[in-house]
């Protein structure tokens, strides 16, 4: 592109620009018509500036179709932005895609404010979503930041702009020592010269949604050098409007990779259940058990209130502690019969009536000397 593109163009004799939605460093996002399917699409040129060397140009266009070809591995997934197709017009390279009826996520927060934890909570599961699709596919983002996640009239958040995102099995592209990406949101670790790694999206994601929450980006300075003194070293205040969500913020921003969740724990601290993203939980097959005897009247009786006494409220009772009681029950009631005898000789009373307060004194007695032990 070297010279400026004006609304009205026919690219590839088929789609129409009707209007600019948006530029980035790389290229420009038109809204464009199809005449061939008659719908609307959006279309990327490439930003070929006319002193641009010829080492950079063709950087620039293979950095296009690097970005053509990542996106289309990921065109089925809800949360990322469909790419339909690779034209080439003039030896330029547009990229077609689908038609999002919205605004950024960085468009929200510069009108709306901050957002809810409910609305950044949704966010946050869909990114977390998108890039666990990329990351098994091999592709690392790059540059996750409010200005490339897209809300939809309809709700949807869509992941979008893999135009610095790098495959596995990419060649580099960037000159040694060269960072890219938005500063306020490139891992600590890309900026000492690491990359592809997944983790590095996850802080990056960690400081997008510190942004939405909070309404201010945690790093951004007043100087490029400050801002990457920022992501090394500096550590934000605990954002005061995240709720739930605050946890998940902080350890995402955690300086070192590996302190940093992985994608199903990110998720569960969403809120969103592990099972979304990993699969049916398996089924639970209860195990064989023994044979046991069936349980004495007094086991029945007196092991069922004593169970209820000593396991801790809304526990099960352990199966050692249901045995101890069928032992204790049974020295109780033999010590109780022995007791009563002994009695009824010596005072005459009736023996039923003693069995009972025997019974009920040392059943009482043990639970008491239970609850002293859990004490200590």
């Given at each position: 592109?070297?010279?400026?593109?004006?609304?009205?163009?026919?690219?590839?004799?088929?789609?129409?620009?009707?209007?600019?939605?948006?530029?980035?460093?790389?290229?420009?996002?038109?809204?464009?018509?199809?005449?061939?399917?008659?719908?609307?699409?959006?279309?990327?040129?490439?930003?070929?500036?006319?002193?641009?060397?010829?080492?950079?140009?063709?950087?620039?266009?293979?950095?296009?179709?690097?970005?053509?070809?990542?996106?289309?591995?990921?065109?089925?997934?809800?949360?990322?932005?469909?790419?339909?197709?690779?034209?080439?017009?003039?030896?330029?390279?547009?990229?077609?895609?689908?038609?999002?009826?919205?605004?950024?996520?960085?468009?929200?927060?510069?009108?709306?404010?901050?957002?809810?934890?409910?609305?950044?909570?949704?966010?946050?599961?869909?990114?977390?979503?998108?890039?666990?699709?990329?990351?098994?596919?091999?592709?690392?983002?790059?540059?996750?930041?409010?200005?490339?996640?897209?809300?939809?009239?309809?709700?949807?958040?869509?992941?979008?702009?893999?135009?610095?995102?790098?495959?596995?099995?990419?060649?580099?592209?960037?000159?040694?020592?060269?960072?890219?990406?938005?500063?306020?949101?490139?891992?600590?670790?890309?900026?000492?010269?690491?990359?592809?790694?997944?983790?590095?999206?996850?802080?990056?994601?960690?400081?997008?949604?510190?942004?939405?929450?909070?309404?201010?980006?945690?790093?951004r300075r007043d100087t490029t050098?400050?801002?990457?003194?920022?992501?090394?070293?500096?550590?934000?205040?605990?954002?005061?409007?995240?709720?739930?969500?605050?946890?998940?913020?902080?350890?995402?921003?955690?300086?070192?990779?590996g302190q940093r969740p992985s994608?199903?724990?990110?998720?569960?601290?969403?809120?969103?259940?592990?099972?979304?993203?990993?699969?049916?939980?398996?089924?639970?097959?209860?195990?064989?058990?023994?044979?046991?005897?069936?349980?004495?009247?007094?086991?029945?009786?007196?092991?069922?209130?004593?169970?209820?006494?000593?396991?801790?409220?809304?526990?099960?009772?352990?199966?050692?502690?249901?045995?101890?009681?069928?032992?204790?029950?049974?020295?109780?009631?033999?010590?109780?019969?022995?007791?009563?005898?002994?009695?009824?000789?010596?005072?005459?009373?009736?023996?039923?009536?003693?069995?009972?307060?025997?019974?009920?004194?040392?059943?009482?007695?043990?639970?008491?000397?239970?609850?002293?032990?859990?004490?200590?």
């Amino acid at each position: 592109m070297t010279q400026e593109t004006q609304p009205g163009r026919v690219v590839a004799g088929r789609y129409r620009l009707l209007g600019r939605l948006g530029a980035g460093g790389f290229g420009r996002v038109w809204r464009a018509h199809d005449e061939a399917l008659g719908v609307d699409v959006a279309v990327k040129e490439v930003w070929l500036p006319a002193l641009m060397s010829a080492a950079d140009r063709v950087e620039r266009l293979a950095r296009a179709e690097r970005e053509a070809r990542n996106a289309a591995q990921l065109r089925d997934h809800p949360n990322i932005i469909a790419v339909h197709d690779i034209v080439i017009d003039n030896g330029v390279p547009w990229t077609v895609m689908r038609l999002v009826e919205g605004r950024s996520l960085d468009e929200r927060i510069d009108e709306d404010g901050p957002l809810s934890v409910g609305e950044a909570a949704t966010v946050a599961v869909a990114v977390l979503q998108a890039l666990g699709a990329a990351h098994q596919a091999g592709i690392t983002h790059r540059d996750v930041k409010p200005a490339n996640i897209m809300l939809t009239i309809g709700g949807q958040v869509l992941l979008t702009d893999f135009g610095i995102a790098v495959h596995s099995s990419d060649t580099a592209l960037t000159a040694t020592g060269m960072v890219v990406g938005s500063m306020e949101y490139v891992a600590p670790e890309r900026v000492r010269g690491a990359e592809g790694l997944a983790a590095s999206d996850l802080f990056a994601l960690g400081a997008t949604l510190y942004q939405a929450v909070e309404g201010f980006s945690p790093f951004r300075r007043d100087t490029t050098a400050g801002t990457l003194g920022a992501v090394l070293f500096d550590h934000p205040p605990a954002p005061q409007r995240a709720g739930r969500l605050a946890d998940l913020i902080m350890r995402l921003l955690a300086k070192d990779p590996g302190q940093r969740p992985s994608i199903p724990q990110a998720l569960a601290l969403a809120g969103e259940p592990v099972a979304a993203v990993a699969g049916p939980a398996p089924t639970k097959v209860a195990a064989p058990t023994r044979g046991r005897r069936p349980l004495s009247l007094g086991e029945r009786i007196w092991g069922k209130w004593l169970w209820a006494k000593l396991a801790p409220p809304g526990q099960p009772v352990r199966p050692g502690v249901r045995a101890a009681t069928g032992v204790a029950v049974a020295l109780l009631l033999g010590l109780g019969v022995v007791m009563v005898v002994m009695v009824a000789r010596i005072w005459g009373s009736t023996p039923a009536t003693l069995l009972t307060i025997a019974m009920v004194v040392n059943v009482l007695a043990v639970v008491g000397h239970h609850r002293k032990s859990r004490r200590r």
